[in-house]
Structure formats: C-alpha cells, structure tokens
C-alpha cells in the first residue's frame, strides 16, 4: 500500500474497523468494474485492439478511419472508466472512521508523481485484484441465497400463521420439512458470510481498492499515455462525425 500521509493526507489513530455488512454488495460492483476495467487492458486484449479490431473493415467504415483518432476513443472511454471507479472508491473512502481514507481524489489526482515501478505494482495488484474477486464472486451468491433465504421465512412464518388461525398442530410433517430447509438455508447464508465480503472492514477493502486503482492508471499510461486524470474525457470525434461507436465492444 501507498504512503498516503506522504502525499498529505490526515494521520491520526486507526479507528475501530466495523465490518461492513450490506455495503458488501456494492463494493461487489465496484471490484467487478475493475476487475472488467483491467481485463480490457491486458495485453492480449490491447495487441486484439490494434492489430485486428481498429483496422477492420467495420470500424473504419461505421466509426472511423483515423488511426490516431480511434485509439484516442478507446483511451477516452478507459478513461472514463477509471474515473467512474476512482469516485465510487473515494466515496466508500469518505465511510471510513479513520480519516486516512477521507478525500482519496487528493492522492488519486498525484497519481503521476508516484515512482513505485510498474513491476512492483503488477505483481501486488494481480494477487489483490485475485483476492478481490473471489470475495466478489461469494457476495454475489450471498445476495441469491439471502433472498432465497427471505423467501424461506416468509413461508414459513404464512404456513404457522394459517395453522395458529386453524387451530391446528405445529408439529406436522410440512412444518418440519419448511424448519429443516430454513435451517439449512440460514447455514447457507452464514457461511457465505464468512466466504464473502460481508465481514470484511471497510477500511481492509479501501486500501485495496486504492492499490487497484494506482495499477489501473499504470496500465491507462502504459497502453495509451500519461493523461490519464480523473475528469470527463474530451468529447468524441466520433459524435461529432454522427457514427456510433457503442455499436462496438472493444475489448
């Protein structure tokens, strides 16, 4: 992890890490849009971009045919991405207790600055960014069984409504069977918990994103220059030509 007091950030103790629960599934989201974000700048999908897909008949017919102009597109729009992930990380940044992590869009805008090399940061972030997803994929089942979950308790709670109404035994056959699957579920749930990213502590998940990010905007750098930044990008050529670029999925 970074030095952010060295880039002026607050220094002070590290408050008590409360686990982060419900949040869980939106930083699900935001490991999956860096995680979509890396893949398109892998090297096997920039080599796709430039040696097949920009000089394709397609594109230089639908969108356009300058070279230059096309990559400064797709660089544009990565761009855009990363800048998207950075807001959702300085927001969950904001959260924290521990003010280190307050007001990240000072440490993301010195990016540029920072001389850790990119060898150093390629190595750290693929394990990270591994890590990340796997917790993301649990939370993701988590969210399905918790719904199935809730299903669960309400039909179980409508079936000892009706046979309280009835007058009839709670201890019949389906009441048992309805028990045994809303145990079975609830096990389920809590060990997904476990797996996932439910009890993670939003300051734990913050320092990782901020790792993912800095990689991120090496990789922008390294694949389509320096100016990476973290505001809108310039508006399209393509727009101003009338073509269509979202009728393409570059990478």
């Given amino acids: 992890m970074r030095n952010l007091n060295s880039r002026g950030f607050m220094t002070g103790m590290a408050s008590r890490q409360d686990k982060i629960s419900i949040l869980a599934f939106e930083i699900?989201?935001?490991?999956?849009?860096?995680?979509?974000?890396?893949?398109?700048?892998?090297?096997?999908?920039?080599?796709y971009?430039?040696?097949?897909?920009?000089?394709?008949?397609?594109?230089?017919?639908?969108?356009?045919?300058?070279?230059k102009d096309l990559l400064t597109i797709v660089a544009n729009d990565k761009r855009e991405d990363f800048a998207v992930f950075c807001r959702e990380v300085i927001r969950f940044g904001d959260m924290c207790k521990d003010p280190q992590w307050h007001n990240l869009g000072r440490y993301f805008s010195k990016l540029d600055m920072d001389t850790v090399t990119h060898k150093q940061l390629r190595a750290e972030a693929e394990m990270t960014m591994q890590e990340l997803i796997t917790l993301a994929q649990h939370t993701s089942e988590l969210y399905h069984e918790l719904h199935a979950l809730d299903k669960f308790e309400k039909d179980y709670q409508r079936k000892i409504e009706a046979l309280i109404f009835l007058k009839l035994s709670l201890e019949g056959e389906h009441v048992m069977m309805l028990e045994s699957e809303l145990k079975h579920q609830r096990k389920t749930v809590r060990n997904l918990k476990k797996k996932s990213l439910w009890f993670k502590s939003l300051e734990e998940l913050v320092e990782k994103l901020v790792d993912i990010a800095t990689f991120i905007h090496k990789e922008i750098s390294e694949a389509y220059g320096y100016d990476v930044g973290l505001t809108s990008s310039p508006r399209r050529k393509s727009e101003n030509t009338g073509r269509s670029w979202s009728c393409f999925t570059l990478c």
């Avoid at 699900?28 to 080599?47: F, G, M, P, R, W």
């Fill in 28 to 47: 699900a989201n935001t490991i999956t849009k860096a995680a979509n974000l890396l893949q398109s700048l892998s090297e096997e999908s920039v080599e």
């Fill in 49 to 67: 971009l430039n040696r097949e897909l920009l000089p394709s008949k397609g594109v230089q017919q639908l969108v356009y045919t300058n070279m």
